[in-house]
């Protein structure tokens, strides 16, 4: 099969496509003839050879799927061949067929193309899971978003309109994207090159109340500003840290404050715990993207051979939403 294959770590540069052996389901998995995938972050960081796959899963780039059901593998029920689906894999999704587990695995609604399912399961899911699952996010509160345009940022903002429509939603975007940003329903946008320190704009907004909820990948360059945006019994979730990993904590403020910090990895979790996480998506963020409530928002569909021009658009920071990966 063709896949998107790496000459070692390092920029663009290393990526190719090429042959490589097609995989084989094992106990409990399917093969998925995959029609789409995306690009996201965490392909940037493990091309740049920072970000090793889950032991036992592929080294091949990618990480959600769209596609067909090609081959039930020993003890699968509730499936069929030739069924739409989409799904979170551990790695291997660039490529024409990928393996995954069947829990895992999503029905694709009749309403989606695949290249809009191949948006859905690494972005919605993480900002579904860190939101609501672990922030504990509630109708009628105030959440904080970093990152304006990414894909998790822009799918935090869906579900939140979706699923708590009463929420205010603050959002710290480079300038380029604020108005498409606002456009998608934040309440407050924060231009980060302006006001890198923008707690004082979260207690303006809030009547100096602070935020309920943060989800936040800068990591130690925002931990301040962080703990001083968020409120009273707040909590703070932290999915990825490209600003640094050490960060001073003023251990007395979060104490008064009750606040909570909590770190969030979706990738490396137990195969039973992300069935459990997309059993509790497939329930209740799913049907959304069914009746397009929710439509994930791409920036531009490359075919598989244009795999570096994909790439070279995430490392510049010039998409909106997802990036898409045409296989088949």
């Not at 970000?51 to 081959?71: F, K, N, Q």
């Not at 499936?79 to 894999?89: A, D, H, P, Q, S």
């Not at 990895?265 to 998506?281: G, N, Q, T, Y």
């Not at 994909?310 to 898409?324: L, N, P, Q, S, T």
């Amino acid at each position: 099969m063709k896949a998107v294959l790496m000459d070692g770590f390092g920029g663009v540069e290393v990526l190719k496509v090429g042959e490589v052996e097609r995989p084989a389901p094992g106990d409990g998995q399917v093969l998925v003839k995959v029609v789409a995938t995306t690009v996201n972050r965490p392909d940037l960081v493990q091309r740049e050879g920072k970000y090793p796959p889950p032991p036992g899963d592929s080294e091949i780039l990618g990480l959600e799927v769209a596609g067909t059901i090609e081959e039930l593998g020993a003890g699968v029920t509730g499936w069929k061949v030739g069924e739409r689906v989409m799904t979170l894999v551990g790695g291997g999704a660039c490529a024409e067929y990928a393996v995954a587990y069947a829990d895992h695995l999503m029905p694709i609604p009749a309403s989606m193309s695949f290249e809009e399912a191949a948006c859905v399961c690494e972005s919605y899911i993480t900002a579904f899971l860190n939101l609501f699952m672990i922030g504990g996010l509630k109708d009628n509160t105030t959440v904080i978003i970093h990152g304006g345009g990414g894909g998790v940022n822009t799918a935090g903002i869906q579900l939140c309109k979706a699923l708590a429509p009463n929420t205010k939603i603050i959002v710290t975007s480079h300038p380029s994207k604020i108005e498409r940003v606002k456009e998608l329903g934040a309440n407050l946008v924060i231009d980060f090159t302006t006001t890198p320190d923008f707690s004082e704009a979260v207690k303006e907004f809030t009547n100096k109340k602070g935020a309920d909820v943060i989800l936040d990948h800068v990591g130690a360059k925002y931990l301040a500003p962080n703990m001083n945006s968020l409120g009273y019994a707040g909590r703070l979730v932290i999915i990825g840290v490209i600003s640094g990993i050490k960060a001073e904590l003023n251990l007395a403020l979060m104490m008064v404050k009750r606040q909570q910090i909590i770190g969030s990895v979706l990738r490396s979790r137990p195969v039973k715990d992300k069935a459990a996480i997309v059993a509790e998506f497939t329930k209740t963020a799913l049907p959304k993207f069914a009746d397009r409530t929710i439509v994930p928002i791409i920036e531009k569909v490359f075919a598989l051979d244009d795999v570096v021009a994909a790439h070279r658009m995430m490392e510049e920071d010039r998409h909106f939403g997802k990036i898409v990966l045409k296989i088949q």
